[in-house]
């Protein structure tokens, strides 16, 4: 069965970085484009960024555009999204996803904090 395991959240300071991890496993890793959401207390998941299955193409939200970095290891079935200069306003918890056969499937999801 599919499963996806986020790692690598925790408590930063305004301006500092993480990288976070998805391990993947349970598919066909390299043949599927993979995903970042995030969602913050109250509010809807919202896309951060995608990568297709060879990492040609990838798209940002507008909001973290030239401050996020996703990228993929299609050798270790590993996702990953380094985030740099992060803001407050990114404190959510970060989900990895892959939409396999009209099914999205999720991680249990890591928490990025970003406060002073």
């Known amino acids: 069965q599919v499963q996806l395991v986020e790692s690598g959240g925790g408590l930063v300071q305004p301006g500092e970085s993480l990288k976070l991890s998805c391990a993947a496993s349970g598919f066909t890793f390299s043949t599927y484009a993979m995903s970042w959401y995030r969602q913050a207390p109250g509010k809807e998941r919202e896309l951060v960024a995608n990568i297709t299955r060879t990492g040609r193409s990838i798209n940002y939200a507008d909001s973290v555009e030239g401050r996020f970095t996703i990228s993929r290891d299609n050798a270790e079935n590993t996702l990953y999204l380094q985030m740099n200069s992060l803001k407050p306003e990114d404190t959510a918890v970060y989900f990895c996803?892959?939409?396999?056969?009209?099914?999205?499937?999720w991680g249990q999801g890591t928490q990025v904090t970003v406060s002073s």
């Open positions: 996803n892959v939409r396999k056969w009209a099914i999205d499937y």
